[in-house]
């Protein structure tokens, strides 16, 4: 089935310039970007985005950290593609990532783990949402 993920490059992938290395591996994998932009999250967004993590005792730390660089908002669609990012990128700590995904390739910490990707449908209806209005999602047909 037809799916779209919403997936973040976070301020230290931006900054180490590692977007369009990473943004390739989805596009070499046959997945489509339907919508990117590079933003500057406010704390109000970056708290809703995080809000299953609000008990969490790193939320202070992961609130302030993503908004603390511009980051690349991405919506990606393809087969079953929520599970197949999630595979792409790997484990939340890079230290357990297996080399060859994203994390286990480029991330150094778990905070810093270069990029977040939705972990279910409901999610990713739910972050693109808050992300993107409709009209910004380009729909269009890739090449045979
Ligand atoms: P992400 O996939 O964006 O979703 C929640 C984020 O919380 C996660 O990636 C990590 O970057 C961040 N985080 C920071 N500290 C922790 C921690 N101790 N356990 C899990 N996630 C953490």
Excluded: W
């Excluded at 708290?47 to 993590?53: A, Q, V």
């Excluded at 197949?84 to 060859?100: F, S, Y």
């Amino acid at each position: 089935m037809k799916q779209r993920s919403f997936v973040m490059l976070k301020p230290d992938a931006v900054k180490r310039r590692l977007a369009g290395e990473v943004l390739t591996r989805f596009e070499k994998r046959g997945l489509k970007i339907i919508a990117t932009k590079m933003m500057i999250i406010d704390s109000d967004l970056a708290k809703k985005h995080y809000g299953e993590h609000s008990e969490k005792p790193f939320f202070k730390d992961l609130v302030n950290y993503i908004i603390s660089g511009p980051v690349l908002a991405t919506v990606i669609e393809g087969e079953e593609c929520i599970s197949l990012i999630r595979k792409m990128v790997g484990a939340t700590n890079p230290q357990e990532a297996d080399l060859g995904t994203i994390r286990g390739d480029y991330a150094i910490d778990t905070g810093r783990n270069i990029i977040h990707a939705s972990d279910s449908p409901a999610s990713a209806a739910r972050e693109i949402s808050l992300f993107f209005e409709d009209s910004e999602i380009c729909e269009y047909t890739l090449p045979d």
